[in-house]
């Protein structure tokens, strides 16, 4: 495959192949529950929770409920957990707060989680997006997250790599991935993961599902503590087109 057919398939994530085109106005909101006004300048005696989020006016209602549920769904982290709005999670945040000053009154910081939902790419045939979260609620540091959501604009049901690549290309995009991942995290071709602090089962390499697309490649990402201690940090391999365009339908 040409470099001009990894172009075309970008292009196609962009435009999709209809002639009927959605129509891609983004509006960003924000939600901001705060146990005392001013908070965000606090760092000693409140909490404050923020959602910072995109809402595509020019998609169906039912697509736009779908993609508000699967936002509010990954905010709020448990399946079991019954809060279904971004009202009811920061209630739940400030009540949390509140409970943790009675039990200990003199514990000192403020509790923070912010959370922005960004853009990443929005075509007539896909709509991705990434989570980021930073937060902090006691213990010895804060905690981050990056996650994806990864959607058919068209009815807002997931989107997974299947749609997007041919049956096999599961061998080559862990070698690529596995290529990348040494050279981000500068590990020899033959150094041993568990010598080197990562934890991958019969140390073997293996991408997660945790990944997002981009005009450029599949970003995977892996979190703090996902595959190594938390003082080593995250890790992110971006796939380009280029490198499985043998895979790209």
């Not at 909101?29 to 001013?38: D, P, Y």
């Not at 736009?64 to 999670?89: C, H, M, N, T, Y």
Request: with cysteine.
């Amino acid at each position: 495959m040409s470099r001009i057919r990894v172009f075309f398939f970008a292009s196609l994530l962009l435009a999709g192949c209809t002639q009927s085109r959605l129509d891609k106005t983004v509006k960003m909101k924000s939600f901001v529950s705060e146990s005392a006004k001013g908070c965000e300048y606090d760092s000693t005696n409140c909490s404050r929770f923020t959602v910072n989020y995109p809402e595509f006016p020019g998609l169906e209602q039912l697509v736009q409920d779908r993609i508000q549920q699967k936002i509010v769904l990954l905010v709020r982290g448990d399946a079991d957990d019954p809060r279904d709005s971004f009202e009811l999670l920061g209630e739940g945040f400030q009540k949390d707060y509140a409970d943790f000053k009675k039990e200990f009154p003199d514990g000192g910081g403020s509790w923070q989680r912010n959370i922005d939902i960004s853009l990443l790419l929005f075509g007539d045939s896909l709509l991705s997006l990434q989570y980021t979260e930073e937060s902090y609620t006691g213990g010895a540091h804060g905690n981050n997250l990056v996650a994806f959501i990864n959607l058919d604009p068209k009815t807002g049901e997931l989107v997974k790599l299947d749609r997007l690549l041919k049956p096999g290309y599961e061998e080559t995009l862990r070698t690529v991935g596995e290529e990348i991942f040494r050279q981000n995290r500068e590990l020899a071709d033959t150094a041993s993961y568990e010598n080197s602090g990562f934890q991958f089962t019969n140390d073997k390499f293996a991408l997660n599902d945790n990944y997002g697309f981009s005009r450029e490649g599949i970003s995977f990402y892996f979190n703090s503590y996902e595959v190594a201690p938390y003082v080593m940090g995250p890790t992110e391999v971006m796939i380009p087109y280029d490198r499985i365009r043998e895979w790209l339908k």
